[in-house]
Nanobody
Framework: QVQLVESGGGRVQAGASLRLSCAAS????????MAWLRRAPGKQHEFVAG????????YYSDSVKGRFTISRDNAKNTLYLQMNNLKPDDTADYYC???????????????WGQGTQLTVSS
C-alpha cells in the first residue's frame, strides 16, 4: 500500500504561481512512477505530468508544457508540481497518483491521493 496526501491547492489569479506537494508513505516511494492528474468539473481525469522513480524521465501534457514542472524528493517521499503562469483552464481537482509503469492512462494508477482543489480566476 502507498498512501498519498496532496496539499497546496487554493484560489489564485491568472498568471500566478503555485506549488503542489504530495506526501507519500508506505512502500518504497522511489519504486513508483509518480504523476499528477487533474479533473475539471464535468470532465474525466486528465494526465498533467509524470516522473520516473529516479527522476530521469518526465512527461507533460501539451496544455501545461513549459508552465508546469514535476519533481520529486525520494529522501522525503514527496512529489511536487510547480505551476507557473496559471490559467483559468487549469481550474480542477489535482491528484497525485502512483503506478508501477510509466503511463498517461489514469486507469493504470494503483494509488491515488484524495485531491487538492485549484481555482484560477481571470
Amino acid at each position: 500500500q502507498v498512501q498519498l496526501v496532496e496539499s497546496g491547492g487554493g484560489r489564485v489569479q491568472a498568471g500566478a504561481s503555485l506549488r503542489l506537494s504530495c506526501a507519500a508513505s508506505g512502500r518504497t516511494f522511489s519504486n513508483y512512477f509518480m504523476a499528477w492528474l487533474r479533473r475539471a468539473p464535468g470532465k474525466q481525469h486528465e494526465f498533467v505530468a509524470g516522473l520516473s522513480g529516479d527522476s530521469s524521465e518526465s512527461y507533460y501534457s501539451d496544455s501545461v508544457k513549459g508552465r508546469f514542472t514535476i519533481s520529486r524528493d525520494n529522501a522525503k517521499n514527496t512529489l511536487y508540481l510547480q505551476m507557473n503562469n496559471l490559467k483559468p483552464d487549469d481550474t480542477a481537482d489535482y491528484y497525485c497518483a502512483a503506478s508501477t509503469i510509466a503511463t498517461f492512462n489514469s486507469l493504470d494508477y494503483t494509488y491515488w491521493g484524495q485531491g487538492t482543489q485549484l481555482t484560477v480566476s481571470s
